[in-house]
């Protein structure tokens, strides 16, 4: 069913790059300040992927997912900080409501929007963003617009790792199963699945909320790896540069995805990028993916210098 990524040497090379990464994070050649970016670089990972679910396999374009971020982040702080549990537990209750407060946010604005033809979902995801900023900036019990300060610090690299790899293989058997590849068809020709039986409006549901869920499980884990959270961590431009990293890494395509969101996550501490030039490298990508490339940047990029190389050598000679 998963012979592409889930036989033993995919969950191999997983399993080798935690090693890989733990020895060196152990013996202290990976220092606390780098540790930290590839922590960062695996939530983005988790962000990216459930992302290029809804946007890549079933066609849906969401643009609040940073809004789904912070949603399972404040809950997932309010649940640590209040609840009387043994405080790892409090985490993994934390994580678990959080990711189902995304969900049911998910599914109430994007259920009246899917029923409509045409791109409405596009305009409810970016109206989501904005009112998910203001209600937290507007309530006082989430911090307002200091935000959350003092946050207590659960997110070591092991867990965030493992949650990771663990969303990696569930969403590679969704997309590798009968109900996976049903799903695939619906951006296809929705009337046609429709016609093959296919319930594409709770297919599609249920894929968005999915997503959701782990958007909202990785704003869990941002929150208590930073250990403090602001309404303006999550803002719309965070859910653009989200999806740019879905399109540069192919929509659809797991394993750029992947790729991409390490990339674009350790790539502006390696070069010390600001936020302002990182947009800029972003829509760059983002054309030349749109304009020249069939697939993405990650799968295109060696028959996209073959075919400028004979182009130049056309001109030239």
């Known amino acids: 069913m998963t012979k592409r990524f889930l036989s033993y040497k995919g969950l191999l090379l997983l399993f080798g790059i935690y090693l890989v990464l733990l020895v060196g994070i152990k013996s202290e050649m990976i220092n606390f300040y780098w540790e930290g970016i590839f922590k960062l670089a695996l939530i983005n990972i988790i962000l990216v992927v459930s992302l290029n679910l809804a946007t890549g396999l079933l066609g849906q374009l969401n643009l609040a997912h940073s809004a789904f971020m912070a949603i399972g ?10 609840l009387f549990f043994p405080g790892f537990i409090n985490f993994l209750f934390g994580l678990f409501l ?14 009246p929007a899917m029923k409509i033809p045409g791109n409405y979902l596009i305009i409810a995801t970016i109206a989501a963003n904005e009112i998910i ?5 507007n309530l006082n019990i989430l911090g307002g617009s200091s935000g959350i300060h003092g946050i207590n610090y659960y997110s070591n690299f092991s867990f965030v790792y493992l949650i990771m790899a663990l969303i990696i293989i569930f969403i590679y058997v969704i997309k590798d199963s009968k109900y996976g590849r049903a799903i695939m068809c619906i951006p296809q020709n929705e009337m046609l699945a429709k016609s093959c039986g296919i319930d594409t409006f709770h297919s ?8 959701a869920f782990f958007a909202g499980v990785a704003g869990g884990l941002y929150a208590h790896e930073m250990t403090v959270i602001e309404p303006n961590m999550f ?10 990293m879905v399109i540069i890494g192919g929509l659809g395509n797991i394993i ?19 936020s302002e030039l990182k947009v800029v490298i972003h829509v760059i990508m983002m054309i030349i993916v749109i304009i020249f490339m069939k697939k ?3 799968l295109d990029y060696k028959r996209f210098l073959v075919d400028a190389w004979n182009d130049m050598k056309k001109k030239v000679w």
């Open 256 to 274: 750029g995805s992947i790729v991409s969101a390490f990339i674009f996550s350790v790539m502006p501490y390696v070069f010390n990028i600001g």
């Open 73 to 82: 982040a404040y809950t997932c702080v309010f649940i640590t900080r209040n």
């Open 296 to 298: 993405s940047l990650i």
């Open 204 to 211: 599609k549901l249920f894929v968005f909320s999915i997503a």
């Open 98 to 111: 959080g990711g189902m407060a995304a969900t049911i946010f998910a599914y109430l604005i994007s259920a």
């Open 133 to 137: 900023k203001d209600l937290i900036i």
């Open 235 to 244: 803002d719309f431009s965070y859910s653009l540069e989200l999806l740019a």
